[in-house]
């Protein structure tokens, strides 16, 4: 089982619908990501947290809000979406945001998004 | 521009046999190459990761070669089982980089047949 921990595992969700997805890590962990990736296509950066400060944000649109409440926990505000935005959201960890060797990503499970 | 490809998209073998999945790279300069697997709804999950000096890793059924001249990694499984379906991601960093600024490539489905 995965040490990084995604919830839900599934969401469907209507484009006026507010939710949040949520991952959580006890690794100890300072840098946590999330991810986008649509079927058969590679995974996508979104955001970076470093110390629980957001330190990337790769243009992603505003209907996506991330925040981060400590540096256990991540979660991802969903508002307004459109069908396009459905995909699976991987979490993903690191001890820092310094160094790929000696810090490798770990990955959630995902939560399979679909936008109705 | 930094790029990392694979091939074949997509393997289809028979159950017991092995495979070899292909991974060239541009990106320089280099770092490190990790190998992911990814079962079909789950996260990926890292297999190997080798340096710039290293030749080959190996992970159980799973071996991982390296050749920085070329710029080229292969990932060869032997004996392969049916939980071996899955994509297998090859992901490159880039020297001096962050965790967050690694490059993936697009992935090689392989489904074993029973």
């Known amino acids: 089982d995965t040490e990084v921990t995604q919830t839900p595992k599934h969401l469907v969700m209507g484009m006026t619908n507010k939710k949040s997805l949520k991952c959580e890590q006890h690794m100890g962990h300072r840098a946590m990501y999330w991810y986008k990736q649509k079927a058969k296509k590679p995974p996508e950066l979104m955001f970076v947290y470093s110390y629980e400060k957001l330190s990337i944000n790769e243009s992603v649109p505003s209907r996506f809000s991330p925040e981060c409440p400590n540096s256990s926990l991540l979660n991802l505000h969903l508002h307004a979406l459109q069908p396009e935005d459905s995909a699976l959201y991987l979490c993903a960890s690191s001890h820092d945001q310094e160094s790929s060797y000696n810090s490798p990503l770990h990955f959630g499970n995902g939560t399979r998004l679909t936008v109705t | 521009k930094n790029q990392v490809e694979q091939s074949p998209q997509s393997l289809i073998i028979l159950e017991g046999k092995n495979c070899t999945l292909q991974?060239?790279?541009?990106?320089?300069?280099?770092?490190?190459l990790r190998w992911y697997k990814q079962d079909t709804g789950r996260g990926p999950v890292s297999l190997t990761i080798m340096t710039f000096s290293e030749n080959t890793k190996s992970n159980g059924r799973y071996t991982a070669t390296l050749d920085a001249d070329t710029k080229q990694s292969s990932l060869h499984i032997t004996a392969s089982q049916l939980s071996d379906s899955a994509s297998y991601i090859c992901v490159v960093s880039p020297l001096y980089s962050s965790a967050s600024k690694i490059i993936f490539g697009s992935g090689t489905r392989l489904s074993i047949r029973p």
């Open positions: 991974c060239n790279y541009t990106v320089s300069p280099f770092s490190n």
